[in-house]
C-alpha cells in the first residue's frame, strides 16, 4: 500500500517529486476525486514547476477514466483555479506545491464554487480510495470515459476582478512587482494592462527552480531585492507574490514591509464602505487592530482558528464579506469566499490612488501596535511545552487564557498566541502588546518557558 501519510496534509496532497508524488499516483487522485465530488465534470490548472503539467495531464485522465468531462485551464495562479471553480460551477484541482521548494509540487482541490476540500469534507475520502487502489489496483474504466479540453480563462479572470475593484480613476503610481519566477508573472501583466500603473517587473520570467529567490514572501530574506528596488527607483510601493500567486505582500515606498493585519484592516474598511454593516473574519493572531477598525467600520469582527479551511467555513456560515489572515491570504465573499491575493493587492492599489499622500502614511492608521511576528521554536514535546505555559500564567490577575487555536494569553496591553505545527517538532509564537518594550518583555518571558 502506498504511504500517503507524509504527503497528504490538512488541505493539499504535497510531495517530493519523483520519490513520493508521480504521475501514476496522480492518476488515481484524478479519479478518486471524481468519485468523492460525484462530479461529471471538473477543472484543472498547474503552475511552472517542470513536473506540473505531467501531474496535472495524469490527474485528467483519472478523472476522465471515471466518466469526467475535464477542462484544463493550462497555466494559472491557484486564485484563477478558484476563478475558474466559481464561474464554471465546476470542482477544481490545482497542480503547484505553492510557496515551497523547487523539489516539491502538490495539489490544492475544492469542490464547486471553490468551496474547500479539507479533512472532514472529502480529503479522507481521497486518500483512502488512493490507498486502497494502490494496495489492490485501480478500478476498471468506465463504459463511456469523459472528455478532455483546453480553455484559456486568463482574460475573464482579469475582467472580473477589475470589474470588483475599479483603478481606471486612480492617479498614476510606479509600482514593482517581484514574482519570484510564480505565477504573478503569468497573472500580473493581463490583470494591469492599460492601467494608470507603471510597472516595474521583477523575476516574472515562470520558471520552476526559483533561481533568484524562494517564492516565499512571508521569509524576509525573499523579499530583500523588492525592498531594494523600490527604494532605488522611488516606486510608491512594492508587491510581492508567492509561487501560486494566491498570497500577496506589500512594501511600502519607504520599502518597509506593510503589516499583513494593516493589509486585512485597510482592505475591511474598504469592503465594509460597500457593505454595510457587514461581517468580516479575521485569525487569532491578526492584531488587535483588526477588529478595532472592522467595529469601527460598522462591521462585526469574527474570530477564527488559523487555516483557510476554517476561515472558508466561518465565511458560508456567517454570509461575511471578507477574511483576512496574517499569513496574508485574503478571502472575499465576491469571490466566492476565496483567497486571492490580486485582489487584495488592487484594494491596496486604488486605497493609495484615491488620495495624495504615501503608502507608509496611509496604513498608519491601520497599524497600531508592537508585534513580534511568528517565532518559530523546535520541541521535543509540543504539548508539554503548551501545558507548562498554560500552568505559568492560569489563575494570574487580569489575565485571560483561550484555546480556540493553541493556546492564547490576554491581558489589557498585550496578547500572546501558541500554536504547534501539524507537520513539524515546532511552537509558533506570536506576541503583540501596545508598545515595543512590553512586546519584547513578553515574548522573551514565553520564550523562556518554550525552551526551557
Request: hydrophobic residues 40%.
Amino acid at each position: 500500500m502506498t504511504d500517503l501519510s507524509q504527503i497528504v496534509k490538512a488541505y493539499d496532497v504535497r510531495g517530493v517529486v519523483p520519490a513520493q508524488w508521480d504521475e501514476p499516483l496522480a492518476e488515481l487522485f484524478g479519479a478518486a476525486f471524481v468519485e468523492v465530488t460525484a462530479a461529471d465534470a471538473i477543472v484543472i490548472g498547474h503552475d511552472m514547476r517542470p513536473s506540473s503539467p505531467g501531474l496535472s495531464g495524469a490527474f485528467a485522465r483519472g478523472a476522465a477514466a471515471r466518466g469526467a468531462d475535464v477542462t484544463q485551464i493550462g497555466l494559472c495562479s491557484t486564485d484563477e483555479l478558484y476563478f475558474a471553480s466559481g464561474s464554471l460551477g465546476l470542482p477544481g484541482a490545482m497542480f503547484t506545491a505553492s510557496h515551497n521548494p523547487a523539489q516539491y509540487n502538490g495539489i490544492k482541490m475544492c469542490r464547486a464554487g471553490a468551496a474547500p476540500v479539507g479533512q472532514d469534507t472529502g480529503l479522507a475520502d481521497i486518500r483512502a480510495r488512493v490507498e486502497r487502489w494502490s494496495d489492490e489496483g485501480a478500478p476498471e474504466p468506465v463504459a463511456e470515459p469523459g472528455t478532455v479540453t483546453q480553455r484559456d480563462v486568463l482574460g475573464d479572470y482579469a475582467a472580473h476582478l477589475r470589474g470588483l475593484v475599479d483603478l481606471s480613476g486612480i492617479r498614476p503610481l510606479k509600482v514593482v512587482v517581484d514574482a519570484g519566477n510564480g505565477m504573478g508573472g503569468h497573472t500580473v501583466p493581463t490583470v494591469f494592462a492599460g492601467l494608470p500603473l507603471e510597472l516595474d517587473a521583477m523575476y516574472f520570467e515562470l520558471d520552476g527552480s526559483f533561481p533568484n529567490h524562494e517564492a516565499n514572501p512571508l521569509d524576509p530574506k525573499n523579499i530583500v531585492d523588492l525592498q531594494a528596488r523600490v527604494r532605488e527607483t522611488g516606486a510608491d510601493l512594492g508587491l510581492a507574490f508567492d509561487g501560486d500567486a494566491d498570497r500577496c505582500f506589500v512594501v511600502d515606498e519607504n520599502g518597509d514591509p506593510v503589516s499583513p493585519s494593516a493589509i486585512t484592516a485597510l482592505v475591511a474598511a474598504r469592503e465594509l464602505a460597500k457593505h454595510p454593516g457587514g461581517t468580516v473574519i479575521h485569525n487569532l493572531i491578526t492584531s488587535w487592530s483588526v477588529p478595532e477598525v472592522v467595529r469601527e467600520n460598522g462591521g462585526e469582527p469574527v474570530r477564527t482558528r488559523v487555516g483557510h479551511s476554517f476561515i472558508k467555513e466561518e465565511m458560508a456560515t456567517t454570509g461575511a464579506i471578507f477574511g483576512g489572515e496574517h499569513s496574508a491570504h485574503y478571502y472575499f465573499r465576491d469571490f466566492w469566499n476565496a483567497d486571492t491575493g490580486m485582489l487584495a493587492a488592487m484594494h491596496v492599489l486604488a486605497a493609495l490612488g484615491g488620495q495624495q499622500g504615501p503608502l507608509s502614511q496611509l496604513v498608519a492608521q491601520y497599524d497600531r501596535y508592537a508585534a513580534s511576528g511568528e517565532i518559530n521554536s523546535t520541541v521535543d514535546d509540543q504539548t508539554g511545552r503548551l501545558a507548562a505555559i498554560k500552568t505559568a500564567y492560569q489563575g494570574r490577575d487580569g489575565v485571560a487564557l483561550d484555546e480556540l487555536d493553541g493556546l492564547t494569553v490576554t491581558a489589557d496591553d498585550w496578547w500572546f498566541n501558541v500554536r504547534a505545527s501539524n507537520t513539524e517538532p515546532l511552537l509558533r509564537l506570536n506576541v503583540e502588546a501596545r508598545d515595543t518594550a512590553t512586546a519584547d518583555r513578553i515574548r522573551d518571558e514565553a520564550l523562556a518557558i518554550i525552551r526551557g
